[in-house]
C-alpha cells in the first residue's frame, strides 16, 4: 500500500487531487458501478453494521451510477465535514495522511473493468467510494478516520509508519465489529468484496480475535489473499477510545523490543470469538 514516487503524475494537483470527471464516465462503466453495487448490497443487508446501511441512504448512495463527488461531498460536509477527493491511485503517504487529517477522503476516479469484477491491484472508485465513504456519515467514525491521518503525519516523525499502517489495515479495512449478539462488517476490503464478505463472517477457518492495540499493531498483514484472521471490536468509541486517543511515542517504543507477528500466529493471550454457527456470542463470551 506504500507508493514511493515524490512527484504527482502530469495532470495532477501538487496534493495529487485530479478532477474526477463525473461527466466522462460512460453507461458501461455505470453500469459496472450498478453491477457490483446491486451484488454487495444483497449480501450486506445482513453482514454490515447498521451505521454502514444508513450512511448509504443518508449519502444519496443508493442512487444508481457511480457517485458524483461534489454532490457526496456536499451532503458529507453537512454530516461530518468531510469531503471526497479524485486521485489517480495510490498517493505517497504523506500525502494520505495530509488528506484524511484535513478530512478529505482521497479516491480513484476509474472503476474496473466489467471482467474485473471480483479482483484488482489498485483501489478503484468503488473499492474507495462504496467500501470507505458511508461509514465517514458517522461522526465518530469520521473522528476516527482523522485522527489516523494526524497519528500518520507523528508516525512519519517517529518512523513508525509501518505499525500504524498495520491499525489502519485491521480496522478500517478489515475489520469487525460486535454487534449484540452476532458479528459484523465495518472494514471496507471485506464491504467492497464479494468473496470477502461471505469469508469473513461464514467460513470457520479464520479466528476472529478480540480488538488489542498492541496485538495488531505487531501483526503483518497480507495483501493478496483473503484475511488469515480478522480483529473485533466493539463499538468505534471504543475503537477511538482504546487507539487514536492514545499518545503512540511510548507505544512505537516498548513495541520495537517486541517482534512482529505473522498473519497466521495465534497467541495466548488471544482473546477469540466462537466460529460461526457454534454457539451464540452472548454465551461464549458470557455477556
Ligand atoms: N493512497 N489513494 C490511496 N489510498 C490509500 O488507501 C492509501 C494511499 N497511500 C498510502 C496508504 N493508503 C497507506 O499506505 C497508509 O495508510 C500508510
Ligand atoms: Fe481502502
Known sequence: MTQNALLPPAGAASDWTIPQRWARYTDAEHAVWDQLYARQMGLLAERAVPDFLSGVVALGMNAPGIPDFERLSTRLQRLTGWSVVAVPGLVPDAVFFEHLANRRFVAGNFIRSAEQLDYLQEPDVFHDVFGHVPLLAHPVYADYMQAYGRGGLRAMRFGAIHKLARLYWHTVEFGLIRDGDRLRLFGAGILSSFGESQ???????????????????????????????????????????????????????????????QPSAALPSDVLYPAPGSVPLSSALGA
Open 199 to 261: 469469508y469473513a463472517l461464514d467460513d470457520p477457518a479464520p479466528p476472529r480475535i478480540a480488538f488489542d492495540l498492541r496485538r495488531v499493531m505487531r501483526t503483518e498483514y497480507v495483501i493478496d489473499h483473503f484475511q488469515s484472521h480478522y480483529f473485533v471490536i466493539d463499538s468505534f468509541e471504543d475503537l477511538l477510545r482504546n487507539t487514536l486517543e492514545v499518545d503512540f511515542g511510548p507505544l512505537y517504543a516498548e513495541l520495537e523490543g517486541l517482534p512482529d507477528l
